[in-house]
């Protein structure tokens, strides 16, 4: 998707938002949830939108396990840099207008700021089956 069409589908999404889906907050131990509604044209479905704050990235600390989602993920960085890898594909950096796709069933192994020192923002956008979790840890292996 060209980057404009990627701003007018964010602007989209945050004008539904503003327009009648319903707005709640996750538990302070996920995301803030900006977003939901169901999926006409999908039973079964729902979008979900959240706002993510990546940390700083901390040198020579361990990776966490993985995590998956149960659909696919379009992630859209609004401040900073982000580090986002999936299992078995090459960690990619993702500036502040960018985004990055997770297709369903991917392994989610990265998630953090590119900097050391500030975080990263962005917006994620979720196809999500109905009563789902939005995200799922792996186990440690």
């Known amino acids: 998707m060209r980057p404009m069409g990627s701003i007018a589908f964010v602007m989209c999404v945050i004008g539904l938002a503003s327009a009648g889906g319903s707005t709640a907050q996750q538990p302070s131990a996920g995301p803030k949830t900006l977003f939901t509604a169901p999926l006409a044209d999908l039973p079964g479905f729902e979008l979900v939108v959240v706002e993510l704050k990546l940390p700083p990235r901390q040198e020579g600390r361990p990776a966490a396990p993985g995590h998956r989602h149960p659909g ?3 992630v859209y960085v609004t401040e900073g840099t982000a580090r986002l890898g999936l299992a078995g594909e090459p960690v990619r950096e993702v500036k502040a207008g960018e985004s990055f796709f997770e297709p369903v069933g991917a392994i989610h ?5 590119a900097s050391t020192t500030e975080p990263a923002t962005a917006i994620a956008v979720m196809i999500v089956p109905d009563g789902a979790p939005l995200v799922s840890a792996e186990p440690a292996k």
């Open 109 to 113: 192994t990265v998630t953090q700021s």
């Open 72 to 74: 696919s993920v379009w």
